[in-house]
């Protein structure tokens, strides 16, 4: 019986923190403009796509059927992976 001294009290102020934090959003303008975030996530004004650009390392330039050993290492755990 004495915990409800404690709790309706500890109710009471979360539901005021909840009621005022509510106030604010509303006098603060949150709620404001709710079609414009869903029109503006359609729009595809200033949209680019990623382009990745491939680096060319020096392994890579040595002629071809002239790998190293790590070269060799690296190319068949290349070819396990895919197959």
């Known amino acids: 019986m004495t915990d409800f001294f404690y709790l309706i009290p500890v109710a009471l102020a979360l539901g005021a ?27 595809n004004d200033g949209d680019k796509p990623i382009v990745k650009t491939r680096q060319l390392d020096s392994s890579l330039k040595k002629e071809p059927g002239c790998l190293s050993s790590t070269d060799r290492k690296s190319q068949r755990t290349y070819d396990s992976s895919i197959t």
């Open 17 to 43: 923190v909840g009621l005022a934090a509510f106030m604010w959003s509303l006098k603060s303008g949150q709620y404001e403009d709710l079609e414009g975030a869903a029109e503006r996530i359609l729009s």
